[in-house]
Nanobody, 123 residues
Framework: QVRVVESGGGLGQPGGSLRLSCAAS????????MGWYRQTPGNQRELVAE???????NYADSVKGRFAISRDSAKKMGFLDMNNLEPEDTAVYYC?????????????????WGQGTQVIVSS
């Protein structure tokens, strides 16, 4: 089993900063892709940013230049530095990891989600 836990959400002020953390644990050989998604009521979950094992990253247009994704592959952790926050960033943020495991003697790569952490941007 794989467990993914987010932390660092809470209340941020417009123009302020927050840092989200994601920790993956369990029977994992490696984590290839780590991503942050967000969801608001009545809307689909959307990609915010993702980072590959080689460090290549991808961002939603709405957060480019404001958010920065990083990872510590040895610790199987990911981070999202959210700067210059806007009220529109208010959402539940989820971490997704693509983990490599050995299942019944076979290598299996599958996605695992965390429970989410609430971010509220308000003055």
């Amino acid at each position: 089993q794989v467990r993914v836990v987010e932390s660092g959400g809470g209340l941020g002020q417009p123009g302020g900063s927050l840092r989200l953390s994601c920790a993956a644990s369990g029977d994992i050989l490696s984590v290839s892709l780590m991503g942050w998604y967000r969801q608001t009521p009545g809307n689909q979950r959307e990609l915010v940013a993702e980072i590959a094992a080689d460090g290549n990253s991808n961002y939603a247009d709405s957060v480019k230049g404001r958010f920065a994704i990083s990872r510590d592959s040895a610790k199987k952790m990911g981070f999202l530095d959210m700067n210059n926050l806007e009220p529109e960033d208010t959402a539940v943020y989820y971490c997704k990891v693509k983990a490599l495991q050995v299942v019944s003697g076979k290598w299996v790569r599958s996605d695992w989600w965390g429970q989410g952490t609430q971010v509220i941007v308000s003055s």
